[in-house]
C-alpha cells in the first residue's frame, strides 16, 4: 500500500543528510563509474554525519559533468552544463519562461509522492547520465490539458534527451514528460 504524503505548505524536497546517503548516495556505491562527492552552498566538501545541510551531490569527482543540487521548491541535475528542473508544485505558478529557457522542466506530481520515492526518482534519472559525454535535447509543445490551466507563466513541454556515451547496449527510460535515450 503506497504511503500517504503531506507536506502541508512544507516544501517538498528538504532532505536530510541521512535521507540523501540512505536513498540517493547509496544508490551508486557498487558503480565504479562514479566518484560522490557532497558539498556546501558555499563549495566546502562535507562529511556525510556533518549538520551542515548538503547542498549539491558530485557524481563524477572533481570533474562536476554530473551533479544535483537542493533547494527545499526545487531540485536540479546537470549534466554536460544542461539543466534537469523538478519543482514543487507549491511554487510552480511563480516560474516563468525565463526561468525554465532552456532548460528540461519534470512535469510530474511530486507532492504526492514520498522522499524515499523523489530520491529514487533522481538517482534513476541520474543513473541514466553516468559517464555521458555529449547531451541532446529536444523539446516538443505538451498537448494543452485541464492539468495545463496551473501554468500561467511557462507552458509545459515534452522533451527526449540524447546521451552520448561508450554504453554499446542502448536503453530508453521514460519519466512522464522526458525520455531519456542513452
Not at 541532446?136 to 501554468?151: F, G, S, T
Request: aromatic fraction near 12%.
Amino acid at each position: 500500500m503506497k504511503e500517504e504524503v503531506n507536506y502541508g505548505s512544507t516544501a517538498c524536497m528538504l532532505f536530510s543528510n541521512e535521507e540523501l546517503w540512505n536513498f540517493l548516495i547509496t544508490k551508486f556505491e557498487n558503480n565504479s563509474a562514479v566518484s560522490i562527492r557532497t558539498l556546501t552552498d558555499d563549495d566546502r566538501e562535507i562529511d556525510l554525519s556533518s549538520h551542515t545541510p548538503i547542498q549539491f551531490i558530485c557524481f563524477d569527482g572533481e570533474k562536476r559533468d554530473l551533479f544535483i543540487s537542493f533547494n527545499g521548491t526545487q531540485t536540479s541535475i546537470f549534466v554536460c552544463d544542461k539543466e534537469i528542473m523538478f519543482i514543487d508544485e507549491n511554487v510552480k505558478g511563480i516560474y516563468t519562461t525565463s526561468d525554465t529557457f532552456g532548460n528540461v522542466v519534470y512535469e510530474g506530481h511530486l507532492r504526492n509522492l514520498s522522499h524515499v520515492e523523489i530520491l529514487s526518482l533522481f538517482a534513476d534519472v541520474i543513473s541514466c547520465f553516468i559517464s555521458a559525454e555529449e547531451v541532446e535535447i529536444v523539446e516538443e509543445e505538451a498537448p494543452y490539458d485541464e492539468e495545463n490551466k496551473q501554468y500561467k507563466h511557462y507552458k509545459p513541454l515534452n522533451y527526449e534527451i540524447n546521451v552520448k556515451n561508450k554504453n554499446p547496449n542502448k536503453q530508453i527510460k521514460t519519466f512522464e514528460n522526458i525520455t531519456i535515450s542513452f
